[in-house]
């Protein structure tokens, strides 16, 4: 007997699009499980053969995992924001926002023919402002922190500001660059805006 993979595979795939197959919905009384894949770039008009190389291992371990009862959540989203996506828009002469749009379109097509179990209510892209201002939020949350040993956190950096106001930093338990000289309250509070920018920028959480 034939294999209509034509017919057979698009009534599947229509079918666990339509009754949302893979949709995760929390359950507090199943064990967690997370497959993420590695979010391909939008820079091509294609998926390539090592897309699927790594995605097909994947889903075999999520489809295993669900088959074993353990809430699965298994995300799909597309690197979209930065040199890749610049460099396609440089070639082709498409704007970035116009060229990953219709890419996306294209790699959500292919990844829906292969027949991927990704909770697609889920799907993003790192260029969607509502994604990269957390991620922007990150690192400024880290431009401004200082590691600390005592508390083995990061902390604010304004403490450890105070800190050098009033002692320097002779005892100075932060993580630091091992370039810092040592210095005293009178040296610190003596230093120019741009020397004490210059401390504070090798004090970021290591």
Known sequence: MDYNFS????KWQKSWSDHQ?????????????????MFPYPSGSGLSVGHPLGYIASDILARYKRLKG?????????????LPTEHYAIQTGIHPSVATEIN????????????????????????DPLYYKW????????????????????MPISDLISYFEKKGNQDCKAVC?????????????????????????????Q
């Open 7 to 10: 017919e057979i595979e698009s």
């Open 21 to 37: 197959a893979y949709k995760v919905i929390e359950d507090s009384s199943k064990e967690k499980y997370y497959v993420l894949d």
């Open 70 to 82: 353990l809430n699965v959540l298994h995300p799909m989203g597309y690197d979209s924001f930065g």
């Open 104 to 127: 996306t379109k294209r790699y959500r097509e292919q990844l829906d023919r292969i027949g991927f179990s990704y909770d697609w209510d889920r799907e993003f892209k790192t260029s």
């Open 135 to 154: 991620t922007q939020w990150i690192f400024k949350q880290l431009f401004d922190s200082f590691y600390c040993n005592i508390e083995d956190k990061a």
């Open 177 to 205: 660059d091992e370039d810092v000289l040592l210095f005293s309250s009178e040296d610190w509070n003596s230093f120019s805006k741009k020397e004490k920018q210059d401390v504070q920028l090798v004090l970021a959480p």
